[in-house]
């Protein structure tokens, strides 16, 4: 049920998944853990070390900076919240 209210959840998407509330398709989820490509990923010889050096432009050692300037606004009438990491 969505509604629109301030409210704390009931279920975290750990036992929604556990009690079969919730399915995530995981043949669409292409993930890389220890240097080995998980759920079967195409092509069989993507790991970590390829993508860091095919993708070096992305991946690199050094924080980078993106090109232009970015503007933030924010509401000075809404308190900052820590939001969990995803």
Aim: glycine share 6%; charged share 25%; net charge negative.
């Amino acid at each position: 049920m969505i509604v629109n209210a301030d409210l704390t959840q009931l279920l975290g998407v750990k036992t929604a998944q556990e009690i079969q509330l919730l399915t995530v398709q995981r043949e669409n989820i292409l993930s890389i853990e220890d240097g080995t490509p998980n759920q079967g990923a195409d092509p069989p010889n993507l790991t970590k070390e390829r993508v860091m050096r095919d993708y070096s432009d992305v991946f690199g050692e050094e924080l980078g900076c993106m090109k232009g300037k970015v503007n933030l606004e924010t509401d000075l009438n809404v308190a900052p919240a820590v939001m969990p990491w995803r």
